[in-house]
C-alpha cells in the first residue's frame, strides 16, 4: 500500500543546531509535497511546499529537499529555537484520484516531534 | 481575514448524543476538509467537499455526515456520538487543486 511515513517520532536538538526532519512516500506519482509544524493545541501550519520538479526550496529557516530517486523528502530548520519545539508533518498529494474522489486530497505521515533544548 | 474558524473548540458528550461541529473559511475556497486526530495515528480524513454543492467520503466517514451549506461552510453532524469518536477535529480548506491545505484551531470533543 501507499504511505508517507517518517524516520524517526521524536527528534531532540540544542538551541542554536541544525534540525533535519525525515520524511519516506512510497508514491513515486506524488507531485505535491507539504510540510506542517503543529503546536500543542494547535492546528497545523503550513510551512514550506516542494513541487515534483525541483529537487530543493527554501524558506526563512527552513528548506525542503526532494530526492525522487529514493522517494524522500526533508525538512532542514537553521539555527533551530524553542519556538520550533512542534511537531512536523510532511504531506503528498498522490497525483491521482483517492478514496473514490478528486485529485487533491492530501495523505499525512504521523508526524515528528522536535524539542529544542536551551 | 480570519481563515478558518471552528466552533466549538471543546466539546464533552455521552454516547448516544448528537452534535454539529461548525467550520467557515473566509478565504474563498472551493474545497473543504474534516480530518479527525488520533495519538499515533496521524490526519485521517472524514469527508470533503471538491465544491459547493458536492460532498464525498474520505478515508473514516462512519458515524459522521456532512453538510456544505455554502461556499464558506462546511458542518459535520455525529447522530449519536460513540466512546470511538472520541478525538480532535480539523477542518481545512483549500483553494484549487494544488493541494495546500489551511487548517482551523481543532475541535476537541470526548464521548462519555
Known amino acids: 500500500g501507499e504511505s508517507v511515513g517518517l524516520h524517526l517520532p521524536t527528534l531532540s536538538v540544542q538551541e542554536g543546531d541544525n534540525s533535519i526532519i525525515n520524511c519516506a512516500y512510497s508514491?513515486?506519482?506524488?507531485?505535491?509535497f507539504i510540510w506542517y509544524k503543529q503546536e500543542s493545541g494547535k492546528g497545523p501550519q503550513f510551512i514550506i511546499d516542494i513541487r515534483s520538479n525541483m529537487d530543493k526550496r527554501q524558506g526563512q529557516r527552513v528548506t525542503v529537499l526532494l530526492n525522487k530517486t529514493v522517494k524522500h523528502l526533508s525538512l532542514q530548520i537553521a539555527a533551530t529555537q524553542p519556538g520550533d519545539s512542534a511537531v512536523y508533518f510532511c504531506a503528498e498529494n498522490p497525483g491521482r484520484r483517492n478514496y473514490g474522489g478528486s485529485q487533491g486530497n492530501l495523505i499525512f505521515g504521523k508526524g515528528t516531534k522536535l524539542s529544542v533544548k536551551p | 481575514n480570519a481563515g478558518v474558524t471552528q466552533t466549538p473548540k471543546f466539546q464533552v458528550l455521552k454516547t448516544g448524543q448528537s452534535m454539529t461541529l461548525q467550520c467557515a473559511q473566509d478565504m474563498n475556497h472551493n474545497s473543504m476538509y474534516w480530518y479527525r486526530q488520533d495519538p499515533g495515528m496521524g490526519l485521517r480524513l472524514i469527508y470533503y467537499?471538491?465544491?459547493?454543492?458536492?460532498?464525498d467520503k474520505g478515508e473514516v466517514p462512519n458515524g459522521y455526515n456532512v453538510s456544505r451549506l455554502n461556499k464558506r461552510e462546511f458542518s459535520l453532524r455525529l447522530e449519536s456520538a460513540a466512546p470511538s469518536q472520541t478525538s480532535v477535529y480539523f477542518c481545512?480548506?483549500?483553494?484549487?487543486?494544488?493541494?495546500?491545505?489551511?487548517f482551523g484551531p481543532g475541535t476537541r470533543l470526548t464521548v462519555l
Open positions: 508514491n513515486s506519482a506524488s507531485d505535491y
Open positions: 481545512a480548506s483549500k483553494l484549487d487543486l494544488r493541494g495546500l491545505q489551511f
Open positions: 467537499s471538491a465544491s459547493e454543492g458536492t460532498t
